[in-house]
């Protein structure tokens, strides 16, 4: 199973905030766009990649949102917004809570993540311009890749990160964030991961 985490520290963990401008809601927006880039393929769905959004922003940070397709999921492009709202209304404090099929949502940190998911015998990588090339480096099929958004990664974070994780580029150019998931799977399709 390949993970990809978004990180973002701006990020709103109200479904309220969902209700207006997703710019203004610590730029959603990308966050919605990386999704789809993650998750979805024309005409199909990536059923092996488990896609987290990791939100610090205000008012009730952290959340950690889990999304894998599955047959029974009923996701589209144009209602991620929608998505994102209802699973951030439906958080119930104390537990990892399936609101729809595949998609879940709880209170728990970036690191936390991390670590449930190095447990398990995933690799981690670490999206950074100057991380190794990506095309040179060995990846195996449970493999993380870690993303910040339009700020990136927070400076305390990405030290404490680099300590156990793989620096990784996609090259010498800054790209949006759902470039770079597209970037990442594309890698990864044309190695059979």
Do not use: W
Not at 24 to 36: E, V
Not at 126 to 149: A, H, Q, S, T
Request: hydrophobic share 35%; glycine share 6%; charged share 30%.
């Amino acid at each position: 199973m390949k993970h990809i985490i978004y990180f973002s520290k701006s990020a709103s963990t109200s479904g309220k905030a969902l209700s207006g401008d997703l710019m203004k809601a610590g730029r959603m927006d990308i966050a919605i766009h990386s999704l789809i880039q993650g998750v979805f393929l024309s005409n199909d769905f990536r059923k092996d990649v488990t896609f987290h959004f990791i939100f610090y922003g205000m008012p009730d940070p952290p959340k950690h949102i889990e999304i894998q397709v599955k047959d029974e999921s009923s996701i589209s492009k144009k209602d991620v917004a929608t998505l994102i709202k209802k699973l951030l209304y439906k958080y119930k404090e104390g537990e990892k809570r399936e609101v729809f099929p595949g998609c879940f949502i709880e209170k728990k940190n970036l690191f936390a993540v991390i670590n449930e998911l190095e447990k398990k015998g995933n690799q981690i990588f670490i999206l950074d311009k100057r991380g190794e090339n990506l095309r040179k480096v060995e990846i195996p099929k449970n493999c993380v890749f870690i993303l910040g958004d339009h700020d990136g990664l927070p400076k305390k974070e990405l030290k404490r990160l680099k300590q156990t994780a793989t620096s990784v580029s996609i090259g010498p150019k800054t790209y949006f964030a759902s470039q770079t998931v597209t970037i990442v799977n594309n890698e990864l399709d044309m190695r059979g991961i």
